[in-house]
C-alpha cells in the first residue's frame, strides 16, 4: 500500500463524519447470519483499490443506562489514536471500586471486519440471494479466511476466495450455538464451482457493485466519544451528544487480521493510553 500523507488521511477521516441521505437505511446492506442456518458467499475484492478488500476496525458497545438504547462506537486505536473510552476503563479497572470494575464491564470492546460478498444462498432472506451484500465477522471467520489468503490453505484456496468464475471457491458459513453464542468454526470454503446465474459478461458489473466499506463506520472525535460515555454511561444531563444509530449485530462470539484501515501517526498526549496487553495484565492481576 502507498503511504498516505497526513492530509490525505484528515480528508479520508472527515469524508467518514459526513452525514449521507439514508444512512439510517443501511442495515440493509448487510448480510445477517442466524443460528442453525449456512449461509454460502463468494468474497469479492476492491477491483478499484485491493488494500480496501477488507476493512478492519475495533469498536465498543452497551446499552445506554440514560435512555436504554444501544451504543455502538468506533475506537480511535483503529487507527492508533487515543480512545476515552479505552482510557476510562483502564483507570476504572487499575483504582476503581469493586463496584465499578463490574458496572464497566457491560462496555464490551469488540473487533470486527468488513468484506463485500456475492450471496448465492441465504436460507431465511432468499432477497438476498444473487445480491452484493457486506460480511461483517469476527475472529473465529477472521480465522478461516487468513488461513485461505495466507496460512496453511493458501496454496489451495489463495486467490480462488475472490474469483467468480468456476474456478472459484464458495464460503460456507455455518452459524451454530455454542453455550449462549453462535460458532462459525465449522465454516469453510469448498471446492471450485461454477456461480449459478453469473457467466464472464456480468462479472465485471458485479466486481464494480461492491460497497465503499469505510462509508459504513461513522468516526468521532476524542471529546464527542467522551461526551457519548458521560450521558450514556455515567447519565449526565448537560450532555447533548446524541446516540449513534448503531448497525445491529447479533452474535457475541468472533475470534486475528487480514487488512487493517490505514494509520494514522499516534496523537501526542500527555497520558500514555493503556493497551490491551497492559489492561488484560492488570485484569489477571486482580
Same mark, same amino acid.
Given at each position: 500500500?502507498?503511504?498516505?500523507?497526513?492530509?490525505?488521511?484528515?480528508?479520508?477521516?472527515?469524508?467518514?463524519?459526513?452525514?449521507? /441521505?439514508?444512512?439510517?437505511?443501511?442495515?440493509?446492506?448487510?448480510?445477517?447470519?442466524?443460528?442453525?442456518?449456512? &449461509?454460502?458467499?463468494?468474497?469479492?475484492?476492491?477491483? %478499484?483499490? $485491493?488494500?480496501?478488500? =477488507?476493512? !478492519?476496525?475495533?469498536?465498543?458497545?452497551?446499552?445506554?443506562?440514560?435512555?436504554?438504547?444501544?451504543?455502538?462506537?468506533?475506537?480511535?486505536?483503529?487507527?492508533?489514536?487515543?480512545? $476515552? +473510552? /479505552?482510557?476510562?476503563?483502564?483507570?476504572? =479497572?487499575?483504582?476503581?471500586?469493586?463496584?465499578?470494575?463490574?458496572?464497566?464491564?457491560? +462496555?464490551?470492546?469488540?473487533?470486527?471486519?468488513?468484506?463485500?460478498?456475492? #450471496? +448465492?444462498?441465504?436460507?431465511?432472506?432468499? @432477497?438476498?440471494?444473487?445480491?452484493?451484500?457486506?460480511?461483517? =465477522?469476527?475472529?473465529?471467520?477472521?480465522?478461516? +479466511?487468513? @488461513?485461505?489468503?495466507?496460512?496453511?490453505?493458501?496454496?489451495?484456496? *489463495?486467490?480462488?476466495?475472490?474469483?467468480?468464475? $468456476?474456478? *472459484?471457491?464458495?464460503?460456507?458459513? %455455518?452459524?451454530?450455538?455454542?453455550?449462549?453464542?453462535?460458532?462459525? #468454526?465449522?465454516?469453510?470454503?469448498?471446492? $471450485?464451482?461454477?456461480?449459478? *446465474?453469473?457467466?464472464?459478461?456480468?462479472?465485471?458489473?458485479?466486481?464494480?457493485?461492491?460497497?465503499?466499506?469505510?462509508? &459504513?463506520?461513522?468516526?468521532?472525535?476524542? @471529546?464527542?466519544?467522551?461526551?457519548?460515555?458521560?450521558? !450514556?454511561?455515567?447519565?449526565?444531563?448537560?450532555?447533548?451528544?446524541?446516540?449513534?444509530?448503531?448497525? %445491529?449485530?447479533?452474535?457475541?462470539?468472533? #475470534?486475528?487480521?487480514? /487488512?487493517?484501515?490505514?494509520?494514522?501517526?499516534?496523537? %501526542?498526549?500527555?497520558?500514555?493510553?493503556?493497551?490491551?496487553?497492559?489492561?488484560?495484565?492488570?485484569?489477571?492481576?486482580?
Amino acid at each position: 500500500m502507498n503511504s498516505l500523507t497526513s492530509s490525505m488521511f484528515e480528508s479520508i477521516k472527515s469524508a467518514l463524519t459526513k452525514e449521507t /441521505a439514508g444512512s439510517s437505511n443501511k442495515q440493509k446492506d448487510f448480510l445477517r447470519t442466524e443460528v442453525g442456518n449456512t &449461509y454460502t458467499v463468494r468474497l469479492l475484492p476492491n477491483m %478499484k483499490d $485491493p488494500t480496501k478488500t =477488507f476493512l !478492519h476496525y475495533y469498536s465498543h458497545g452497551w446499552n445506554s443506562l440514560s435512555t436504554g438504547q444501544l451504543i455502538t462506537l468506533v475506537s480511535p486505536t483503529t487507527w492508533n489514536e487515543r480512545d $476515552p +473510552i /479505552a482510557e476510562e476503563r483502564y483507570r476504572v =479497572f487499575r483504582n476503581g471500586s469493586e463496584q465499578d470494575k463490574e458496572k464497566i464491564k457491560s +462496555i464490551v470492546r469488540t473487533e470486527r471486519w468488513l468484506v463485500n460478498c456475492y #450471496v +448465492i444462498n441465504d436460507p431465511v432472506n432468499e @432477497d438476498n440471494n444473487n445480491k452484493v451484500k457486506i460480511l461483517r =465477522f469476527g475472529r473465529q471467520l477472521n480465522k478461516i +479466511i487468513m @488461513d485461505a489468503i495466507q496460512g496453511e490453505d493458501a496454496e489451495e484456496l *489463495g486467490p480462488r476466495i475472490f474469483d467468480l468464475s $468456476p474456478k *472459484g471457491v464458495n464460503l460456507k458459513i %455455518k452459524v451454530e450455538k455454542q453455550g449462549d453464542y453462535p460458532t462459525y #468454526v465449522s465454516s469453510k470454503f469448498t471446492t $471450485p464451482k461454477e456461480v449459478e *446465474g453469473l457467466d464472464e459478461d456480468s462479472f465485471e458489473k458485479t466486481y464494480k457493485s461492491v460497497y465503499d466499506l469505510e462509508s &459504513y463506520i461513522a468516526v468521532k472525535s476524542y @471529546d464527542e466519544l467522551k461526551d457519548m460515555l458521560d450521558k !450514556h454511561y455515567y447519565c449526565k444531563s448537560d450532555v447533548d451528544a446524541e446516540p449513534e444509530v448503531a448497525v %445491529k449485530e447479533k452474535s457475541k462470539a468472533e #475470534v486475528p487480521v487480514i /487488512a487493517k484501515v490505514a494509520a494514522a501517526p499516534s496523537a %501526542k498526549q500527555s497520558t500514555p493510553s493503556p493497551s490491551d496487553e497492559s489492561l488484560e495484565k492488570l485484569l489477571e492481576d486482580l
